[in-house]
RNA sequence: GCGAGAGUGGCGGAAUUGGCAGACGCGCCGGCCUUAGGAGCCGGUGUCCCCAAAGGACGUGGGGGUUCGAGUCCCCCCUCUCGCACCA
């Protein structure tokens, strides 16, 4: 686990810390080493904030919010590995960063560049494109604006296939994650096809339709595309187009996105040459063409696509059909038709039926010179800078003479200093007026030089801790590759849906650069992965800002860690969300802590029961010790899928049937003993403190938590009787308790015995009779 | 628009392969115990028909289908949640 500390815990860390413990228990009782450590994802935004607030330094903030976090999780008596704990504000941490900055740099997959990039005006960054939802920060859901600024980004996007490929063998991951991925991921097949500008060097379009060249009536290039001011460079356009480049640029995320907003553009004045045709054909902007997206220029097909359509009936623009629908019904002269069909009005081509025209035009693309297969991705590079103080500082070091110099592996760590005025001030980074840290000597030529003053994104952080959990105390690298690759990758991984295209997908590419480095062999650090539903309170996440956060503290007094836990493991499967209960706490005590009752006094009413030597056993016994049993296997089996919530819902029949069973008359020793000590095991991963305490007054000096995993005898865990179901037209008419081993013979004749059957089959004979020994037996007349 | 997930009693949820729908719990009803009960123990509790019982009908968002048998498989539709979305 590896939380950000963000105070004290609150329900969220509860409930992901009771079926992570849960897990590691069960596995350790069951002969696994467990490898489960706790460390904190501690640097971040939210600590300055805080301190800016409270005028305390961010450090002392942070390890302040460690000890609590600590302190909670061990009173929830979770079984953390707590001397692999690792902080990634530590420098013994963090220097680690700047240790794979340095790597990536030198293999080009940390790179600076000037590009736009997403500001938030509020937390006064700039964000990665995965940081900004709809329009709006993440973290606090300011609009984001446009800068162009000098950033750096991890190159993430060389791994976008092996990202999206790789993505078949995190077999335990759910449909909806891998969707989300994929979507976000975003490739396209198609093609590139250069077209010839008059006077310009040649400009290449990406198009998924090649298959459509022949109708492209116009071109467009992106505002921003140095081509299109180029063009109108002293023409009577000029003054127009930066008029509405400017209006463009103002722009803001969500506004240009809408897609009810009518498209906006304007022509250049110059043109273009459809390369299959040798057309000459207008060149426009517009303002729905991109320029991070393909080429930043398109050749717009109105017949055969929605914007492109919209475009040219706004500013009147031939529309030329080139595909013939397979289906006649679906052209339309209203709407520009989509789908796949036969191409027409496209020369030698015509009559190329669909399912293969984008292939036989691409080629032929290919032959011709004009143009080659290509694919395209939505993914942009990680944007890693961040204009804040309490982060990894970037090993960069800008000499005037030597340029962009990296820090020397021997000079690492660069220490944040921590005597800085740290509150942002929306242009330079807080790190710049720490004088004395940014003026260094050149590593190269000793020259005055300025260190970088941006910081890394957290999720840098983030994107390898595990691979620390394994080797935490390594100073010589990261981790020793030889022990992760005994742990890699991580055999259950537990996480919120919410990091889905932001911390899976950054540690996946790490991971698959450190595969590259030759410092890990596992292409996906984890497989197998439980998306814990989130807690909401009124259907609203639990969140700091909403001010909904719920402290387990009330919880921990009334009615004990074990209480707690239980009662978020039964609410539901862990995938699910939880409604946090308006009456709260309250019914901790209504579920879990009556029940915990009920088990500590099944224990201690017979915690003086020790077994005679071999007492007979009755009927009753009997019945008792199958079930007990069946229990085991059950329960077994709930734990293997983490059906925490049907493993209790399979105790709580356990310690009804042996109340009954009591009351019955029931108590032999031996019996009640093997009851009380397998209960306890089945419980103790989901409420370890209890257990404990029962196993020791039942008179045990070890612990249970060290106790091997109860077995079951495979005989007396299967039933003796079964109720038999005898069905006539598939309507259940009478249910038979029979002796497991029934034959098929002795179903059909019990079944026809049976008087109520015999009312229904109104004196005919079955037509048809099917069983399915032996519980079920269906009558066809 | 594209993609994914979901829809079961008053509530949380169960039903692993097509085989008694509603396990377990909350709530509610009744009983026992108690000076008392926001404690504990025992029992009942899908809806409807029926005085009741026996019995029966209906019932997993809606409509069709496959099957002896469908919450589960197939087709169509509705609703909700999430993601992507002028991505060429």
Known sequence: ????????????????FSIHDSIARNLRMRGQQVLNPL??????????????QRGIHPKTWTYSNIDKLFGSAQRLGCSFDWERTIRTCDPSYYRWNQWFFLRFYERGLAYRRQAPAWWCPNDKTVLANEQVIAGRCDRCNAVVEKRYLTQWFFKITDYADRLLDDMALNTGWTERLKSLQSNWIGRSFGAEVEFEIEGEEKVAVYTTRPDTLWGATFFILAPEHPLAARLVEGTELEAEFAKFKDEVSRLTEIDRTATERPKKGMFLGRYAVNPVNGEKIPIWTADYVLLDYGTGAIMAVPAHDQRDFEFARQYDIEIRKVIEPLDPAAASPDAPYIGPGVMVNSGSFDGTPADVSVGVVTEWLEAQGLGRAAKNFRIRDWLISRQRYWGTPIPIIFCERCGEVPVPEEDLPVVLPEDVDFRPTGEDSPLASAT????????????????????MDTFVDSSWYFNRYVDPH??????????????????????????????????????KVLVDLGMASAPEPFPNLLNQGTITMGGKRMSKSRGNLVDPSEAFERYGADSLRLYMLFSGPPEQDFDWPEEGVRSIGRVAYPWLQRVWRLCEENRDV?????????????????????????????????????????LQELVNHAYRYRAAGGGHPG?????????LKLLAPMAPHITEELWHRLGHSDSIHTQAWPTFDPALASLEEVTMVVQVNGKVRDTLEVPAGITEEEMKARALASAKVGAHLEGREPRKIITKPPKLISLVV
């Open 1 to 16: 686990m590896f939380p950000y500390p963000s105070g004290v815990m609150h329900m969220g860390h509860v409930e992901v």
């Open 39 to 52: 460390g904190f994802d501690a640097f971040g935004l939210p600590a300055e904030n805080a301190a800016i």
């Open 436 to 455: 004395e840290w940014v003026n260094v000597a050149c590593p190269e030529c000793s020259g005055a030089a300025r260190r970088e003053t941006d910081t």
């Open 474 to 511: 390594n100073s010589e690298l990261p981790f020793d590759p030889e022990i992760a690759d005994a742990w890699m990758p991580a055999d259950q991984y537990t996480g919120g849906i919410e990091h889905a295209v932001l911390h899976l997908i950054y540690a996946r590419f790490f991971q």
């Open 610 to 650: 020790v077994s005679v030597g071999e007492l007979h056993e009755s009927p009753l016994d009997q019945a008792l010790k199958r079930r007990v049993h069946r229990t085991i296997r059950i329960v077994s089996e709930d734990f293997e899928r983490f059906s925490f919530n049907t493993a209790i819902a399979r």
């Open 671 to 679: 019996v009640v003993r093997e009851l009380i000590e397998a209960l």
